[in-house]
Each structure stands twice: as C-alpha cells, then as structure tokens.
C-alpha cells in the first residue's frame, strides 16, 4: 500500500492540514489513526469486500475512513452530502453498507433517510457512527472519535486475498440525466489514476494541493487527494468552498496546487480582488467539470500570471480523458483539449439507442457532431453496480460510451457541445441545446441559460430559454430582438418560449441538469407561466 510506505519514508513530515480547525497530522501520525480505525472496524466485523459508507464533508476524518476501509480491503463509499433524503436511503438499499460514519450536521439528513428506508423496507445500516457532537442522538451513533481511540495503533495487516482487481472504491454518478448509478471502482483503476495525475499534472513529494471541490466525486478524489499523498506531499483541507476560505488557506499552507472547477477559480479571482492574499506559491491550477472559457481564462491568467493551467474532461467512469494545457491557451480555450496519456478518445457517429462504430469516425472538421468514446481499461470501470441494463447501454467492445456530444479538429482538440440525450427535435430539425445557450449567454444582461424542449401541436417540440439575468430590467421582448438578430441562431433555433429564474439547476461539479429544467417546462407551459414570442 503506496500510504504505509509514505508513512516510512515521509514519517514526519505532515499529510494533511486542516487551517481553519489548526489541526496538521504527519504521515507517521495519520497512518496511526487509520490503523486504530482499521483495527476497531475489523472487530466491528467489517471484512474484505462489504461496503463502507460516509456521509462526510472533506476532513480529517474523510481521509481517516479512506485510508482504513484500504488497508481492510472493504468498498470505501462516499455519498453526495447534498442529495435529498430519498437519494442517500436509495444508496443505502443500492450499496446495502454494514456500517455508516456521517458528519453531526448531516444528522437530520441521515435520520430521515434512514427513517424512509425504514418505511420502505429497504437497507439501513446496522451500525453508525457520527463525527462532531450531537444534541440528540435518534439513531444512537457512536461517537467516532470515542469509537476507534482505544484500538490499537499497531500496523493493520491486510489479508493476501486482498487483490490489486477487487473494487476497493464506489462513487456514485453525479445525476445529470437521472437517478445516480453506483461506480465500482479497483486498486487498478485507483493505482492508475494516480499515476497518470502525477504525470500529467505533474505532481511531487514537495507540493501542497487544495481541492475546492467535493471528494466524494472522482475529479476531487483521484485528481487531488489521493494522488498528494501517494506523492508524499500535503493535501490541505477545504470543507466547503468558500472563495475567502480558500485563499486564506492557500496563504497559510503555501499551496502550490489549486484544484477545482472554472466558475470556482473565477470566484476565488473577484474575491483575490478585493482582500489581496499572499498567493505566489502556487504553481499550477487544475480545472475540470465545464470547459475553460477564453474569458475565464483571462480573468484567471491576471490573477495568476505566472502559473501553469490545465482543464480536463472526465467521467465517474473513466476518469480524466482529455487535457488542455497552457501552451493551448489562450488559441483553444473552450475546447475540451486532447486524450489523455494511456486513452483512446475518439468520436462516433451518434446512434440513439445504438452505438456507432469506432473504426468509422467523424470527420475532423471542427463542424461535425460525434459521440465521444474513451478506451481507456487500466482507469475505467467495468460497469455500473447492480444496473445490467444500464451498463449495456453505455459499455460496449471496451468502449465506454459518454453520450457526450462533441466536435474535433485535424489536430483532435474536442469540443463539447451536450449529450446525446439533449437532443431536441423542433421542425424537422436535429437541434442541441449548448450553442443556443452560448448565443443567448451572449447578450450583456444574461449570466446564465438552459434551454429545454416543451411539446407543441405544430412544431412538435418548441424550444424554451430559462435565462437567469445580470440586469432585471431585461424582457422577454428585448431578449428574443436579440436572438433574432443573433449571427449565431437561426429561425429554429431561436426560443419560441422564455422565462426568467433566479438560478438553475447544477451538479456540485458545475454541470447543467438540463433534465430538471425539461421535467418543470411542461408544468409551466400548463401554468402559463412561460412567455411566448
């Protein structure tokens, strides 16, 4: 195990840190705590193979159950903090974990899962234990800190049968077409994806990272934390995203690697803007979930003119598959950029409920649409938990099947443009959502956009713009004058039906649930509160 041998040769020299909470744990000390952990759930009963599940936000303590659940040879499972009680009482029947560790103030939301799996007669698990204090204790958890402080600290032993092919990792899909869909993921394809950040990126023994994303999705888990400390350097941690938060850390602990999402690295810019923290230590900033925009990338490169940038494509499935680096910006901001080291990426032509064929691939003249397709077996699972049906319709001859819309260059830069099943069909016309939303997000009193089909007697599908406006003084008139005069718009690919929101729905890694909007547009069309042109 890459970590214990760390703790040999890094003993010392500090893993992880905490500024906020103060708290800074060597790599001699963090593989303690991870051996009590190990020690106390073994004699808890949990065994190579059965589910380990948290509820937590990045911590100590997240780290902590990772590195134990490891040296087991169980199933680590972090769940989404920010789904509804019906979600995290459906992985429970999904994942079905023998034990449970959450964060005290997701209590109620743990309770009320529990309590609905309870109602449906589905898994809760049997044993629980909770990090911070409680007022009241419905589920009497135990104390997680109380819970492993008397084990022992000697050095786990893991079982011979524990194998580098066993799923040692679940994450769980972050939903942006549906119900989410459990990842099992192995030693390989974790070892593998280590490897291929710290080459990539790269990243050292010396570097101190801080991740502004969640790690209970795959870019913040493999692109930040475990990497660090299979490297030997110092992850720093963040609880929640918080630009000031951040910036204060990044002071304190000289971080030299900032990871996260572009509208993250965008707010922690305006913010450096007004407080001027001391931030010449970092090196590289790493983005990933949403294309790097020129503008974005402009307004970062001010703020960090003598950084390194990378942005990637990835999935839960397969991890990271595409890089732009910075000797690409600012030419080919907004692509997606180029494969990965060890992936084959490739576009397809799109078949609804098919799969096209990876030796006939679409031309390469930045116009034509594909589906894109990663081979990539060393990083990519093998399919979806429990969901046969589900992974025949995205696994195919080695190829995961993304359902991801794109274009590409002669030199295969990609460039997304949305999912397959965005699709609108207005007309006669195959239409996709993204180059609409760019056109609309074009006018100066508009920050944001999703654009959704709704059923219509004569067009058959009509579009519709949820548009959330920088100036409320905008209307619906002034905005469909400007989409008609648009360059970039035709007459069917202008919006028939607008309304104006306060916000719109995102995944926690910033992608767009454009499903959730398509659910709400018929009941506002049946309302009448849509605005027709």
Request: hydrophobic residues 35%.
């Amino acid at each position: 195990m890459a970590f214990e041998r760390n703790a040999r040769r890094f003993g010392k020299k500090v893993a992880i840190s905490d500024p906020v909470l103060d708290k800074t744990l060597t790599y001699a000390e963090l593989n303690e705590e991870a051996n009590k952990l190990a020690n106390a759930l073994r004699a808890d009963g949990l065994q190579k193979g059965d589910v380990f599940t948290v509820v937590l936000y990045n911590s100590v303590e997240f780290i902590i159950c990772y590195l134990a659940s490891e040296k087991i040879g169980s199933v680590f499972n972090p769940l989404n903090y920010n789904w509804s009680q019906n979600e995290i009482a459906y992985a429970f029947e999904d994942s079905k974990p023998k034990i449970l560790v959450y964060d005290a103030e997701l209590v109620d939301l743990i309770v009320k899962a529990s309590v609905r799996a309870e109602e449906n007669g589905t898994h809760i698990p049997p044993k629980t234990s909770v990090v911070g204090a409680l007022e009241a204790n419905p589920l009497e958890s135990d104390d997680f800190e109380n819970y492993y402080a008397e084990a022992s600290a000697e050095q786990f032993e893991r079982g011979a049968d524990v194998s580098i092919f066993d799923e040692s990792v679940r994450l769980y899909t972050s939903g942006t077409t549906g119900r989410a869909k459990g990842v099992p993921l192995s030693r390989l394809n974790e070892l593998m994806s280590t490897h291929e950040v710290a080459m990539r990126y790269p990243i050292f023994s010396d570097d101190v990272t801080i991740n502004t994303t969640p790690w209970f999705h795959r870019g913040g888990f493999h692109g930040g934390m475990t990497p660090t400390l299979h490297l030997g350097g110092e992850v720093v941690i963040l609880r929640q995203f918080n630009a000031t938060t951040c910036l204060k850390n990044i002071q304190k602990r000289r971080v030299t690697i900032l990871l996260g999402v572009p509208s993250a690295a965008v707010m922690i810019a305006r913010k450096q803007e007004k407080i001027q923290a001391e931030i010449k230590s970092v090196r590289l900033l790493v983005m990933m979930g949403s294309d790097l925009e020129k503008a974005t990338y402009v307004c970062l490169q001010g703020l960090f003119p003598k950084v390194d940038f990378i942005n990637s494509y990835g999935t839960t499935e397969a991890f990271l598959s595409t890089f732009l680096d910075s000797k690409d910006l600012p030419e080919r901001a907004g692509t997606a950029g180029r494969a990965s080291i060890d992936d084959d990426v490739f576009l397809v032509e799109p078949i609804e409920d098919g799969f096209g064929d990876p030796k006939k691939l679409t031309p390469k003249d930045g116009k034509s649409l594909g589906e894109v397709v990663v081979r990539c077996t060393s990083k990519t699972t093998a399919g979806y938990h429990n969901k046969l049906e589900e992974t025949k319709k995205k696994f195919h001859d080695g190829y995961l099947y993304t359902g991801d819309l794109a274009t590409w260059d002669a030199d295969e830069y990609i460039s997304i443009v949305g999912r397959k099943d965005d699709m609108m069909i207005s007309a006669g016309e195959n239409i996709y959502p993204q180059p609409i939303e760019e056109a609309i997000c074009d006018h100066p009193a508009v920050s944001d956009c999703i654009v959704v089909p709704v059923s219509e007697m004569t067009r058959g599908q009509a579009l519709c713009a949820y548009v959330v406006r920088k100036d409320e003084a905008l209307t619906v008139r002034e905005l469909l004058k400007f989409c008609l005069e648009s360059p970039s718009l035709s007459a069917f690919t202008t919006p028939r039906y607008f309304k104006f929101v306060d916000e719109l729905p995102y995944t926690p890694t910033g992608k767009k649930q454009r499903y959730v909007i398509r659910a709400k547009a018929p009941v506002d069309l049946k309302e009448g509160t849509l605005s027709r042109n």
